[in-house]
């Protein structure tokens, strides 16, 4: 069976995939070894990715751009958004 998140869920998951980008990046700037900028790289490709699939309106499917600015309402279809609603 696939597991499957809710929004409010997936948001927690994108924020920390950032937080561990910019505590990987601090960590970098400490002890400068190449391969944490490597891991840097591969958590933000994979938020960018994760961002791209799963921050979408469970109405209409569009894209809901920057997490902080998006409120209780899809700006596309104007339906409320359902935080807890899970999907795939
Ligand atoms: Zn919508």
Same mark, same amino acid.
């Given at each position: 069976m696939r597991r499957t998140w809710s929004l409010r869920e997936k948001k927690w998951i994108l924020n920390g995939l950032l937080c561990c980008a910019g505590v990987l990046i601090l960590f970098f700037g400490l002890i400068q070894f190449y391969w944490i900028l490597a891991l840097t790289a591969a958590v933000i490709v994979l938020f960018m990715v994760l961002f791209w699939n =799963? =921050?979408?309106?469970?109405?209409?499917?569009m894209h809901l751009g920057r997490m902080e600015a998006q409120?209780?309402?899809?700006?596309?279809?104007g339906q409320a958004i359902d935080w807890d609603k899970k999907q795939s």
């Open positions: =799963w =921050w979408r309106c469970p109405a209409c499917g409120g209780k309402f899809c700006t596309h279809c």
